[in-house]
């Protein structure tokens, strides 16, 4: 299966569809972003911007989601920001807490507040 993400006009991600992998298939037997915009725009009678999105992340950095935001410059689907404290990893193009998170195998939410992990007690 092929994913797409539809866009709005401030590129934020409104739903992802999935299409057969043969609709972006030419006849090299290449796959080809353009033909699946075009068959989903045909399919919906629209001119909606798509972008293809990947489980694998094997294209724009992460899966899109809705909410997420497909940045241009970068070719990247970017989470929304969780807390405003956290710092986007220009490699994975997600948000990072200024402390690296525990590996003590406890579990733990960021308290913003603090800026630190707190742990979850059940």
């Known amino acids: 299966m092929a ?11 409104e739903k992802v569809i999935s299409i057969n992998n043969a609709v972006i298939t030419d006849a090299n037997g290449v796959e080809q972003e353009q033909l ?8 919906y009678n629209t001119n909606d911007t798509w972008k293809q999105t990947s489980y694998n992340n094997n294209i724009r950095k ?17 989470p929304q920001k969780p807390y405003n404290s956290w ?3 220009e490699q994975t193009c997600l948000w990072e807490a200024p402390i690296p998170y525990p590996t003590d195998g406890q579990r733990y939410s960021w308290n913003e507040e603090t800026q630190s992990w707190t742990l ?3």
């Open 120 to 122: 979850q007690t059940i």
């Open 3 to 13: 994913y797409f993400a539809k866009l709005n006009s401030n590129n934020i991600v």
């Open 62 to 78: 992460n899966y899109a989601g809705i909410g997420f935001t497909y940045d241009l410059q970068r070719d990247a689907f970017i």
């Open 87 to 89: 710092v986007l990893n």
């Open 36 to 43: 699946g915009v075009d068959f989903i725009n045909q399919l």
